[in-house]
């Protein structure tokens, strides 16, 4: 990806996904992480929670996959920096936003957060951000 979409101010395409209990019980296996504040309800709502929170790693996952979405396989994530500011609950559903603010040859430097969408929206990570390279499909690693 070349030209003007890549100039400073330009808007990174949002990426949403929502978190049924199902999707948080896959993403355990997927990770062994099976503590229970992530997918037990009476667990969560024992210790005042609205539902089983959201493990905070998926967060990461979903801003580089927004990214690489946007910029393809030439794009090489070089760093990606990310800050919890509220939690997000089983049955909510997120949306990742970004904007470019730096372009400097190759490097990229976007600022990113997640939003959290519907009736309680908030923010739910931010700052957050990325620096990317971006390389010719013959360059490598």
Excluded: K, N
């Amino acid at each position: 990806m070349t030209g003007p979409q890549l100039l400073p101010g330009a808007v990174v395409p949002p990426l949403e996904r929502s978190f049924p209990i199902t999707r948080l019980v896959a993403y355990a296996g997927a990770t062994w992480d099976w503590h229970r504040l992530h997918y037990d309800t009476a667990y969560a709502g024992a210790r005042d929670l609205a539902a089983p929170v959201v493990d905070g790693q998926v967060f990461g996952a979903l801003l580089a996959e927004q990214l690489l979405d946007w910029l393809g396989p030439a794009c090489v994530l070089r760093s990606l920096h990310f800050r919890f500011a509220r939690p997000v609950f089983a049955g909510e559903s997120v949306r990742c936003v970004g904007r470019v603010t730096a372009v400097d040859g190759r490097l990229v430097t976007v600022e990113q957060s997640v939003e959290v969408l519907g009736p309680r929206a908030r923010t739910a990570v931010a700052p957050a951000g990325a620096l990317v390279e971006l390389r010719e499909p013959a360059d490598g690693p």
